[in-house]
């Protein structure tokens, strides 16, 4: 039935599309209702249709609730030309609580009657973001008809992580804290339904993020409720870092923080106090982690979803019941492949370091990031000061001790939790799909870092780069297309196992090329990865 209604609403796109750019398109769902698109403004061939409703607005007594469907009107036509509203944030941009839609990019030139898709889901450490800051028609430009792609809004901070005993009572399942990526799922299951009729295979779906983002793919592969709903995913710096989920305890104290931040003594309050207020909240943060997140609620529930015009009966965990690293160790994680990796100073936009720190200052680091024992604090003095694994740049200003705490910050957050499940998964023999592991080092405009998100414009073949790095921007976004399309990067890519533990270097500065790498950050993971477990084993009991 899908696919005859996409041959239908494929004839109407075809029919309906002149030359001219922002020229109306038409694609007819399966419930009947009709997505009025256009023309993009990049290509005369790419089709994009913004601002689809896929929940209905969590707002009033929906706040705080898991997502519902949005169910539309027999024969009802959605204006898909402009992006939706910004999901509630921070920062000088118009937003609201209705904000949970979708956007399609597709390309009139399909190689094939239904191609593969990808969803990508944005970063913001769980607290902003948004699906029009990524150029989804110039991504769908470059990939020539091959694949479509999806980016989604979903509920962010207190509105999307705020979890506490008392919101259980909203939920039939009982979950609490985990609004957000519920979000996102329900996103993931607009797209089983519908995608079809936009010339998208329900199943050949890549799911990706980078940093929350990528966190957000953590929780994905270890969320059984999840399963069945992707087929591949791709994390950009964020594989089961710590600050990934949360325990049940640290989102409790935030509650209770919001609570008395905004003069609530219960849930109705929280339900009708102005949204505004929740965002001039100053919370303390507990811990190692970050505040608003997704949170291991303990739930476990039996759930019917439907993957590509099936049912799938699950009756194990379908929510987070403990940290995605945990999940990955026990050999709970989805097997599906993965291609995933960290940049080369992630740690540099997180840090609390000035560039000319001292030893005293990086010591004070190490112990306040807790965890190590005195024999720890000494081996990190060796591996990141006395003897790094490779010579820090030579940048005026900065110590050898910021350099130091710089990179094992993010060695920690990002960089050694993706050797972690990258050998784990290769050691699981219930996983068998490819891992493909990367480390991106191309130094944009000759920057002295490549910091946290760096690789996100070249994914997405953003126009800045076309012109300056158009190398390295082919190069990203055809991996990523090749991945998704096919499953494999590229020739030049090597499947992980453990043995070998190689991966590839991203590099292609001047003068310089990929290479790939055996044992990178050896050492340094080797001391951090067993301190990092027992750190999540003690939170997570």
Not at 8 to 27: A, D, G, M, R
Not at 242 to 262: D, L, R, S
Not at 410 to 426: E, H, M, N, R
Request: charged residues 20%; aromatic residues 10%; proline residues 5%.
């Amino acid at each position: 039935m899908k696919l005859c209604l996409f041959l239908l609403s494929l004839s109407q796109v075809v029919s309906s599309i002149s030359t001219k750019k922002n020229s109306p398109v038409t694609v007819v769902l399966p419930d009947t209702s009709r997505i009025v698109g256009a023309v993009d403004e990049i290509s005369d061939s790419v089709l994009a249709f913004r601002g689809i409703p896929f929940a209905v607005p969590p707002v009033g007594d929906l706040r705080f609730r898991s997502p519902q469907k949005y169910v539309p009107t027999p024969n009802q036509s959605i204006d898909a030309s402009e992006f939706g509203n910004i999901c509630m944030q921070n920062g000088d941009i118009p937003c609201s609580e209705d904000c949970l839609f979708l956007n399609v990019f597709s390309n009139v030139k399909q190689t094939k009657p239904l191609v593969p898709v990808a969803i990508w889901v944005y970063g913001g450490s769980y607290v902003n973001g948004a699906s029009d800051l990524y150029p989804g028609g110039e991504f769908i430009d470059y990939t020539n008809g091959e694949m479509i792609l999806i980016t989604l809004n979903y509920r962010l901070n207190v509105f999307g992580f705020l979890g506490g005993e008392e919101l259980r009572q909203l939920n039939d399942d009982k979950s609490t804290g985990n609004a957000g990526i519920q979000d996102q799922r329900l996103a993931f299951q607009w797209v089983q339904d519908n995608i079809a009729a936009f010339g998208g295979d329900p199943n050949q779906v890549t799911i990706f993020g980078e940093s929350a983002g990528a966190g957000s793919m953590s929780s994905h592969l270890t969320m059984q409720k999840s399963f069945g709903l992707y087929n591949q995913v791709i994390l950009e710096s964020g594989t089961a870092s710590q600050w990934t989920a949360q325990p049940m305890e640290v989102t409790q104290n935030i509650f209770e923080q919001v609570k008395a931040g905004v003069g609530c003594a219960d849930v109705q309050c929280l339900t009708t106090t102005k949204a505004e207020d929740f965002l001039t909240l100053t919370l303390t943060p507990v811990g190692n982690y970050i505040g608003f997140g997704p949170t291991a609620d303990g739930v476990e529930v039996s759930s019917q979803i439907n993957i590509a015009s099936s049912t799938t009966k699950l009756t194990h965990h379908t929510q987070l019941d403990t940290h995605p690293w945990i999940k990955f160790k026990n050999g709970e994680g989805n097997d599906v492949k993965i291609l995933h990796g960290t940049n080369t100073d992630e740690g540099r936009s997180f840090v609390p370091l000035q560039p000319n720190a001292t030893e005293a200052d990086l010591l004070q680091l190490w112990s306040a990031v807790g965890g190590f024992t005195d024999d720890d604090l000494a081996n990190l003095h060796k591996i990141y000061v006395d003897n790094p694994e490779e010579p820090y740049p030579e940048v005026e200003g900065y110590s050898v001790f910021f350099w130091g705490g710089m990179r094992s910050y993010g060695d920690i957050s990002f960089s050694c939790p993706a050797k972690f499940v990258s050998q784990t998964l290769s050691d699981d023999e219930n996983h068998k799909s490819d891992i493909f592991t990367y480390h991106f080092e191309h130094h944009k405009n000759n920057e002295d870092f490549v910091v946290h998100a760096s690789e996100i414009e070249y994914v997405f073949h953003a126009p800045m780069i076309r012109r300056a790095d158009s190398k390295v921007g082919d190069y990203m976004t055809e991996s990523w297309k090749n991945f998704i399309v096919g499953g494999n990067p590229g020739e030049e890519w090597t499947k992980y196992d453990s043995v070998n533990d190689e991966l590839l270097r991203i590099s292609l500065n001047s003068g310089e090329e990929n290479v790939i790498k055996s044992g990178l950050k050896l050492d340094a993971c080797n001391l951090l990865i067993p301190a990092i477990d027992r750190t999540l084993e003690e939170d997570f009991a």
